[in-house]
């Protein structure tokens, strides 16, 4: 026992000595120190560069050290289009409170405003980066937190403009409270894994609001994606949650608002499809689950390409859409089940709320705009109305088994919180 106390003081004392021998440094024009660079230059691991209000023209900040730089009032970083404006390359940084602008743009380099490289338990946050390439750049760098960063692009096209958030060969990476906007992606992951992207607002770029290359174990929670070229890609991924998200007016001739291409085993719930040219657009994806969403006044609710195996599709609402269930194809392996749709014209004799008469919700016209899009002109003809008539009645060129057999009478009341 008396060792075990002896223990305990000398852990107590080398503690507090490392915080007795912490110091902070301070960088401003008036200051002993008056750049950042030098600032970090003088300071060890443990301490802080405290930067106050003011201009620094400084570029190829290299931070080594598990430092904390912090900005007092939002000072701002200039970088003067020189190329990188800082980079870490260490565990345990923290990055806090400055305005960071003219990243340098090459075409053979991707400058970002802040890189950070093969480092753990970083902390970047409160950031405002404007006229930027990249914004924030993570690369083989795990758990850390990005928080509450402001990105502000001039982006036209996708091919000379980056990403506003990109992570690249990370693991567990909480992206939360950042708004990112008019750049080519808002958020992007390559070869990403438990990643939790929450309470963004991504809007207003030129490529999409989200895109996933080969990222797995990944959720996507409480979000806001809004006329960008496109909401969401997820592409070549597994084991996600997309969940509680407004995803809302993408809309243009090749615009969607959530793509799903060879994903497997992943839940999308409880979100708003909201006015998109496409709700959501499936391609080469096995058992996924779409339950609890809103599709309201979408051109396509749900456009599903081929070779898409044991989905469910339960307890949604397809509101008002030009299309709910557009399918490419004679073959069914997925259920649908429990959804209102705002179309369906059965009726509910023993009043439990469930209609008495399957719906089928893949109309012919469908078939026939996805083999001839000059048809969309026809849309509210009667002639059309008959010929979606006479395909529910005798199925020929769209699923015969593709109904749901339980439709609801009233719209579902979902959870948005």
């Known amino acids: 026992m ?14 507090s000595s490392a915080n007795l021998w912490s110091k902070t440094i301070t960088v401003c024009s008036t200051c002993p120190v008056k750049s950042i660079q030098e600032g970090v230059l003088q300071a060890a691991d443990g301490d802080t560069v405290l930067v106050k209000k003011g201009i620094y023209k400084e570029a190829n900040i290299k931070i080594d ?19 990188e404006i800082i980079t870490i390359g260490t565990d345990n940084v923290t990055l806090d409170g400055f305005r960071i602008i ?50 502000r692009g001039e982006a036209v096209t996708e091919f000379n403009s980056g990403n506003a958030i990109h992570l ?4 567990n990476v909480e992206v939360t409270g950042n708004d990112v906007q008019k750049v080519r992606d808002g958020i992007y992951l390559e070869f990403s894994d438990n990643i939790t992207i929450t309470n963004n607002l991504s ?11 080969f990222s797995n174990d990944n959720r996507v929670i409480n979000n806001v994606f809004e006329t960008n070229g496109a909401g969401i890609a997820l592409m070549f991924s597994k084991f996600m949650e997309v969940e509680h998200n407004i995803i809302q007016k993408n809309w243009g001739t090749a615009a969607y608002g959530l793509l799903l291409k060879e ?16 709700g959501i657009t499936v391609e080469g994806s096995n058992r996924l689950e779409y339950s609890n969403n809103d599709f309201t006044s979408n051109g396509y609710a749900i456009k599903v390409k081929g070779a898409c195996y044991e989905n469910q599709v339960i307890n949604n609402n397809f509101l008002y859409n030009s299309f709910d269930i557009s399918y490419n194809g004679r073959i069914n392996n997925n259920k649908f089940d429990g959804n209102y749709w705002s179309d369906y014209t ?20 469908s078939y ?45 009341a979902h959870d948005r919180n």
């Open 346 to 365: 059965g009726y509910d004799l023993n009043k439990n709320g469930i209609g008495d008469v399957a719906y089928r919700p893949v109309k012919l016209f």
């Open 263 to 278: 994903v497997n085993d992943a839940n999308i719930k409880n979100n708003l499809f909201l006015e998109n040219t496409v």
């Open 2 to 15: 008396k060792n075990k106390h002896h223990i305990f003081f000398l852990l107590l004392i080398l503690f």
């Open 102 to 151: 003219n990243v340098g743009v090459s075409y053979t380099t991707d400058y970002a405003a802040v890189r950070v490289v093969n480092s753990t338990g970083f902390l970047i946050q409160n950031l405002e980066l404007e006229k930027l390439f990249f914004g924030i750049y993570l690369q083989k760098s795990n758990d850390g937190k990005v928080l509450n960063n402001k990105v």
């Open 368 to 412: 026939i705009v996805n083999r001839t899009p000059e048809t969309i002109i026809l849309m509210r003809s009667l002639f059309i109305d008959i010929i979606d008539f006479s395909e529910k009645v005798s199925p020929v060129f769209t699923p015969d088994d593709l109904m749901d057999e339980n439709p609801r009478m009233k719209k579902i």
């Open 203 to 213: 809007k207003n770029n030129v490529r999409y609001g989200l895109h996933f290359m």
């Open 65 to 83: 050290k598990s430092i904390t730089l912090i900005g007092e009032d939002m000072p701002t970083i200039d970088g003067e289009e020189k190329g």
């Open 168 to 171: 690249w060969y990370c693991k």
